[in-house]
């Protein structure tokens, strides 16, 4: 379902995002 697919990409984004943050603030 397109659905399902749209929300793993929207949490492997998030989870990009956090570990790009946990690297600059390190």
Do not use: A, G, N, T
Not at 9 to 24: C, E, Q, T
């Amino acid at each position: 379902m397109p659905w399902q697919y749209e929300i793993q990409r929207d949490r492997h984004i998030k989870f990009l995002i956090s570990v790009k943050y946990i690297l600059v603030f390190r």
